[in-house]
């Protein structure tokens, strides 16, 4: 068997706290025990206080190439600056392959929700190198636009990690691909009481008195509707406090007040431990976040035994009793919902979450590569 080589190329990789650092950091580290994989080599953004090359193990380095932030909203000169700077950076991959002799790419599909050069690239790879290289689209949300669906035969395989992205390609695309569902890996180690106790202090906040929403402040995650309930509840008389963690990408002015009484906790982005320790010593995790697929920090929560709301719409999901689902927009009846699950003690009790094993996730990947 020929060994691989591969080039994973993603916009962020730990110490950067969020879900696709650590599913990406997850593949990397496990991949590294296999005998079929011969050597990872990891693109992403800079970070600060990171060095710009870490050697992760014997076969795995991390290449820190891409400005930080790159990919997000173009509302300053600045960002667009960037944004270019990244597109040219990439016309590296032509320098990384020659140099690392890659026989795989593996791509994250979020350098494509933007216009940019990536798409060229692939296709100029696959004209020089044919099938020497097989390169890969990771698919992990929904918000890629309509003409990237368009060109998705150019890639060797598409990799997506949900039933909901799978069918949403398929009815987008009207080419032949090959397209597999990996989900997505995940690997917790369980806080003990003490490191829970130690989180919530340094935050400032009451264990169990609060309802924790992880997501960060985001239209696109449904941040606002898990305000909603909070308020809701509020005004039925209970006192909780919302703890949010995560980028804060769409503040509104109604929530200044909140904030300055101090039942508001904005905490910014944290350590990936640290997310964890806040979802064990909350009332419950709101998941509500009507684009899931599905949501990192639901299954964390399952794995923890955390009371949790879970998001909509993910096939994944579908054994689950409904009473555990934020299946409307309604935050009236979510709040129902919540209150149902505090008073009855409720948790998702159908959930295979072993799926998730990395173990169990990268035999797939490995598959996919050797095909």
Not at 66 to 91: C, D, E, H, M, N
Not at 103 to 126: D, E, Q, R
Not at 159 to 175: A, F, P, V, Y
Request: glycine share 4%.
């Amino acid at each position: 068997m020929i060994k691989t080589n591969l080039l994973v190329v993603t916009p962020i990789y730990p110490p950067a706290s969020g879900g696709g650092a650590q599913y990406t950091k997850c593949i990397v580290e496990e991949l590294a025990h296999y005998d079929s994989i011969s050597n990872i080599n990891v693109l992403t953004e800079g970070y600060p206080d990171s060095n710009f090359h870490d050697i992760l193990n014997s076969k795995s380095h991390v290449w820190r190439l891409f400005p930080y932030r790159a990919g997000k909203s173009k509302i300053t000169f600045s960002s667009y600056v960037k944004y270019l700077i990244l597109q040219i950076k990439l016309f590296t991959l032509f320098h990384w392959v020659k140099r690392e002799r890659i026989n795989v790419i593996l791509l994250h599909s979020s350098f494509l929700i933007h216009a940019g050069s990536l798409s060229f690239i692939v296709w100029c790879i696959k004209k020089i190198y044919k099938n020497d290289i097989k390169v890969i689209l990771d698919i992990r949300d929904i918000f890629l636009p309509l003409s990237v669906y368009k060109r998705l035969y150019i890639y060797d395989s598409i990799i997506c990690c949900s039933k909901r992205i799978e069918d949403l390609i398929i009815s987008k695309t009207l080419e032949d691909i090959d397209i597999h569902v990996c989900p997505m890996p995940i690997k917790i180690s369980k806080p003990n009481v003490n490191e829970v106790d130690k989180t919530c202090s340094l935050y400032g906040i009451n264990k169990n008195k609060y309802l924790f929403f992880p997501n960060g402040i985001s239209s696109r995650k449904d941040f606002h509707i898990a305000y909603e309930i909070w308020v809701e509840l509020l005004e039925r008389g209970h006192e909780f406090d919302l703890v949010v963690c995560g980028r804060n990408r769409s503040w509104k002015k109604k929530y200044d007040k909140k904030y300055a009484n101090g039942s508001l906790h904005y905490i910014g982005s944290i350590s990936n431990k640290e997310v964890l320790c806040l979802q064990k010593g909350s009332a419950i995790v709101l998941n509500t976040c009507r684009s899931e697929s599905p949501s990192r920090t639901s299954v964390e929560s399952m794995i923890l035994e955390a009371k949790v709301l879970l998001p909509p719409y993910v096939p994944e999901f579908s054994d689950i009793d409904d009473k555990l689902v934020a299946s409307s927009k309604d935050c009236k009846h979510l709040a129902d919902k919540v209150e149902n699950i505090l008073l009855n003690n409720l948790f998702p009790d159908k959930y295979n979450y072993h799926v998730h094993d990395p173990g169990i996730v990268c035999k797939g990947y490995e598959k996919i590569f050797n095909l």
